[in-house]
Structure formats: C-alpha cells, structure tokens
C-alpha cells in the first residue's frame, strides 16, 4: 500500500506515525446487530500485539485496521473479533 495512503489513514484515526511494515486491511465483522457491538469488536482487535489502529463501522459491518505486519497477522486479528463473538475475515471489497 502507498505509503501516503497509509500515513492518511492513520491521520484520520488519529495515530503516529506509520513504519515501513505496517499493513492496512478491511474486515468484513459478521453478527454485529446494535451500535455497541463496534466498541467490543474495537477493545479486541486493539488489545492484539502490533494493531496500530482500528476503525470498526456499524453500517458497512467493516473494519479498517493499521497493523504492523511484522509484529501479527490479519490471521490473529480476525481471530481477535472471531473470538469476542463476531466473526471476521478480509473483506472482498
């Protein structure tokens, strides 16, 4: 991903700065069914070791997560909100 798009993300999610092995991913979060489920889908996602930053939207049920790639895995993230009970995956879009 472009560097520029990366610190832009991060400016919006309101971070530092970002490092040549940060990543950023879409998830697709699945049984998310009040405007409370994104905080739990959040506090999980945020407690893996090298998330960097988190965004989850209600609407589009998504997650836009700034992670340093050499630190975890989009594997352990998923698992993160899968285990909270709100099953994730990449998204297709």
Do not use: Q
């Not at 090298?50 to 998504?62: E, I, R």
């Not at 997650?63 to 909100?81: C, G, R, Y």
Request: aromatic share 6%.
């Amino acid at each position: 991903m472009n560097k520029w798009i990366v610190l832009a993300i991060f400016a919006v999610l309101g971070t530092g700065t970002a490092s040549a092995a940060d990543r950023t991913v879409k998830l697709a979060v699945e049984n998310m069914d009040c405007e409370a489920c994104p905080i739990t889908v959040n506090k999980a996602i945020k407690r893996v070791s090298g998330v960097k930053a988190a965004k989850v939207d209600y609407n589009s049920k998504t997650a836009t997560v700034v992670f340093d790639d050499a630190t975890t895995t989009v594997e352990a993230i998923a698992a993160a909100s899968t285990n909270a009970g709100y099953p994730a995956h990449l998204a297709t879009n």
